[in-house]
């Protein structure tokens, strides 16, 4: 039996009783130049711009409802056009993705498919032209529904438009495929839906909007709805002539869609399989008509709804959106003391880049000192050519720049720079007695309320603080290189920290807009113990004899963001074998040192590859370095023995309370290290796999958390 939309959406909502419901304002205006009378819809939900409008089943109907309405309007001639916008700053986000994981069978996935594709279709068939007046932010079905209509306008002020359904293991399964390739030809949808979804989910601007041809008119958000209502009446009189490029349906298609297959295998090297079936059916709509496209569409959607790696996808959404705001663990808020006044120890590259982080993210005063006034010197003058750089390229106006430069200083004089600090942070070279000296001399100039942080990546806090007076005041405070861009801030409490010191921190680190992980003092804490012992693996297997390029075809299906041993001289040499030695001594067991990496790292090489003609290959000079054993692994073996290692010592990390849950070692995985969003970072990959199990004799994760519900 065939469903109507309304049954469709009903059954929907019935699976769905929380939805946020958008509802569809249906208000007249007679428009400029007696062009006659538009229907305006509006999508509103009825909150402000924090709860962005989105389309769960109840909202589809809603929508369903006003294109009833003008509808009967428009057959009776009462209107001469319609037209959509959104409420102030938000056009629509998208699928309500919170009915997305409630879904457990494959009909119902296939409903909201179907429901949703029969809604927008209405659209494009009412007897009179569409508009669409994209005034804010639109994503996904956001997008889509604009994509139904005749027209498009764009607001310059549009911050965030895209289609990131292939991001999060989904296609735009509501048109987006199918319509957006026949309108701006299949290579720029192949960057919109493709390689935009796959690069970290990359935003477009308005302009971009209106420069690829998804928007015919742009115009400032002062007057935009004004504007676009004057524009649409000048098209419907005939005063302006909408053009758009001749798509080309020959070789330029298939080449675009080829293209797209090559950014995919770039991307997860056939590991995810979204961006594939929606490189399936742009292909497919080279020929066909859009009918078979947005069938298509339906079961793509559903396909993938009840698919792992969906689940993995919105378990890692919620991560970085949801818990990532309300760090599990931390201590009272209100516990936490204001920070006036940052100190920097030390004046090296990462200070520097901490310096700059604080001034431009507090707003306070910071100080850097070093050892001598020409190292002072540098690492000040490194914050000011930075914060140049910001003006040129026009991220700060000249008055935020000169109060920038004035806000960060340096000396040598430790007593004068610190004694009124709140929060005083070294980097300083990795090794316990030097940063145990570092603490000392600070604890005898800064206040009793100062916290003293460290952010070193592998040592114990609880024994650098352990000589002081007042050890319950050092925290850990460890930032991701590049500090301006890896999200993940490691907060790890010693044995001692106190709540006071610990909610200072986690009030420092919302400033900084960082994702903190509260970790108990570990070796390595979390992302460098787990990488460690994958790395590790990956060093004891080509040590043994397995090939390098065996090594890295062996861990592709991962989708990694790197190979390992680009990772390796992304890392340093030197570092990765420090970070080594620290969880060798720690646990000899389980983490070796490797001869060969020591050999590289003596020679001071940075890695195993040289460029030669624009190709990465094999340094012959750090290969003739090398000593190999006789154990060839297959790819298979390699990606067992590998994922086999991560998952004892996720386990062993769970037992000992390094993080309170797993959901804290995969959100450290995704903002730390750059792991795939579509593996849900690592947990929800281990349990799909059947790894946990193997390994552990157990699930990391309870059924239906990134997985589809029981």
Same mark, same amino acid.
């Given at each position: 039996m065939i469903m109507s939309t309304t049954e469709l959406l009903k059954r929907a909502a019935e699976l769905f009783p929380g939805e946020v419901v958008t509802t569809a304002h249906v208000r007249h205006l007679d428009l400029p130049l007696q062009a006659g009378r538009l229907a305006l819809i509006t999508l509103d939900n009825g909150f402000d711009h924090t709860k962005p409008t989105t389309f769960g089943p109840g909202s589809l109907a809603k929508l369903s409802e006003a294109l009833d309405q003008v509808e009967a309007e428009a057959a009776a001639?009462?209107?001469?056009?319609?037209?959509?916008?959104?409420?102030?700053?938000?056009?629509?986000?998208?699928?309500?993705?919170?009915?997305?994981?409630?879904?457990?069978?494959?009909?119902?996935?296939?409903?909201?498919?179907?429901?949703?594709?029969?809604?927008?279709?209405?659209?494009?068939?009412?007897?009179?032209?569409?508009?669409?007046?994209?005034?804010?932010?639109?994503?996904?079905?956001?997008?889509?529904?604009?994509?139904?209509?005749?027209? %498009?306008?764009?607001?310059?002020?549009?911050?965030?438009?895209?289609?990131?359904?292939?991001?999060?293991?989904?296609?735009? #399964?509501?048109? #987006?495929?199918?319509?957006?390739?026949n309108l701006i030809g299949p290579a720029k949808a192949v960057k919109v839906i493709i390689e935009n979804s796959m690069s970290q989910n990359k935003q477009l601007k308005g302009k971009d909007v209106f420069e690829l041809g998804i928007a015919d008119a742009i115009f400032e958000p002062a007057d935009f709805l004004e504007q676009s209502i004057l524009w649409a009446a000048k098209v419907l009189k005939g005063d302006t002539v909408v053009t758009r490029e001749e798509i080309d349906r020959g070789k330029a298609w298939d080449d675009a869609v080829t293209w797209g297959r090559w950014v995919a295998d770039a991307k997860v090297h056939g590991a995810a399989p979204a961006a594939y079936k929606a490189l399936d059916i742009i292909q497919q709509v080279k020929d066909q008509d859009l009918q078979a496209g947005f069938d298509a569409e339906d079961i793509a959607l559903a396909d993938l709804i009840m698919g792992g790696e969906l689940r993995a996808g919105l378990y890692a959404f919620n991560l970085v959106q949801r818990r990532a705001k309300k760090p599990f663990g931390a201590p009272d808020k209100a516990l936490a003391r204001p920070v006036t006044k940052v100190g920097v120890v030390g004046a090296g590259l990462m200070a520097s880049q901490l310096a700059l982080l604080f001034a431009r993210r507090l707003q306070v005063p910071v100080v850097l000192t070093d050892i001598d006034q020409e190292r002072v010197d540098k690492g000040v003058g490194y914050v000011h050519s930075e914060i140049d750089k910001l003006l040129a390229k026009g991220r700060i106006n000249k008055d935020n720049a000169n109060r920038l430069k004035g806000l960060v200083s340096g000396s040598l004089d430790k007593a004068a720079a610190f004694g009124d600090a709140d929060f005083v942070i070294e980097a300083v070279f990795e090794e316990m007695g030097v940063k145990q000296t570092v603490f000392a001399d600070l604890e005898a100039v800064v206040s009793p309320t100062c916290v003293l942080a460290t952010n070193t990546s592998s040592l114990s806090i609880t024994e650098m603080a352990s000589k002081l007076e007042h050890p319950e005041r050092v925290v850990g405070f460890h930032f991701f290189n590049p500090v301006a861009i890896l999200p993940l801030l490691e907060i790890v409490r010693g044995e001692q920290t106190d709540d006071?010191?610990?909610?200072?921190?986690?009030?420092?680190?919302?400033?900084?807009?960082?994702?903190?992980?509260?970790?108990?003092?570990?070796?390595?804490?979390?992302?460098? %113990?787990?990488?460690?012992?994958?790395?590790?693996?990956?060093?004891?297997?080509?040590?043994?004899?397995?090939?390098?390029?065996?090594?890295?075809?062996?861990?592709?299906?991962?989708?990694?963001?790197?190979?390992? &041993?680009?990772?390796?001289?992304?890392?340093?040499?030197?570092?990765?074998?420090?970070?080594?030695?620290?969880?060798?001594?720690?646990?000899?067991?389980?983490?070796?040192?490797?001869?060969?990496?020591?050999?590289?790292?003596?020679?001071?090489? %940075?890695?195993?590859?040289?460029?030669?003609?624009?190709?990465?290959?094999?340094?012959?000079?750090?290969?003739?370095?090398?000593?190999?054993?006789?154990?060839?692994?297959?790819?298979?073996?390699?990606?067992?023995?590998?994922?086999?290692?991560?998952?004892?010592?996720?386990?062993?990390?769970?037992?000992?309370?390094?993080? #309170?849950?797993?959901?804290? &070692?995969?959100?450290?995985?995704?903002?730390?290290?750059?792991?795939?969003?579509?593996?849900?970072?690592?947990?929800?990959?281990?349990?799909?796999?059947?790894?946990?199990? %193997?390994?552990?004799g157990k699930k990391f994760l309870a059924p239906g958390l990134a997985s589809v519900p029981v």
């Open positions: 001639g009462d209107i001469v056009a319609v037209a959509i916008t959104g409420k102030p700053f938000i056009f629509a986000v998208g699928a309500d993705l919170k009915g997305v994981e409630v879904l457990k069978e494959h009909s119902d996935a296939l409903a909201i498919g179907k429901g949703g594709h029969d809604v927008f279709k209405r659209i494009a068939a009412l007897p009179v032209p569409s508009f669409t007046f994209y005034n804010g932010a639109a994503m996904g079905g956001g997008v889509e529904v604009g994509l139904h209509c005749s027209y %498009r306008t764009v607001s310059t002020g549009v911050p965030a438009f895209s289609l990131p359904e292939v991001f999060l293991g989904l296609v735009p #399964g509501w048109g #987006g495929c199918t319509i957006l390739p006071a010191s610990l909610a200072t921190a986690f009030g420092v680190s919302k400033k900084l807009k960082k994702t903190a992980v509260l970790v108990k003092d570990a070796p390595a804490f979390v992302v460098n %113990r787990i990488l460690t012992r994958f790395m590790g693996e990956i060093q004891s297997i080509i040590d043994e004899g397995t090939p390098i390029a065996t090594v890295e075809k062996g861990v592709e299906p991962l989708g990694l963001p790197m190979s390992p &041993i680009v990772l390796l001289e992304l890392v340093g040499p030197a570092i990765a074998q420090h970070v080594s030695e620290t969880l060798n001594r720690a646990f000899p067991d389980r983490f070796a040192v490797s001869e060969n990496l020591g050999k590289v790292v003596k020679a001071g090489k %940075r890695g195993f590859y040289i460029w030669e003609d624009g190709k990465q290959v094999l340094d012959p000079e750090v290969l003739a370095l090398l000593t190999f054993g006789d154990s060839v692994l297959t790819e298979e073996q390699v990606l067992t023995r590998s994922l086999d290692a991560v998952a004892q010592e996720i386990g062993l990390m769970l037992d000992e309370g390094v993080v #309170g849950e797993a959901q804290d &070692i995969d959100l450290c995985m995704i903002t730390g290290a750059g792991w795939p969003f579509h593996l849900g970072g690592i947990t929800p990959y281990l349990d799909r796999e059947g790894v946990s199990e %193997r390994v552990t």
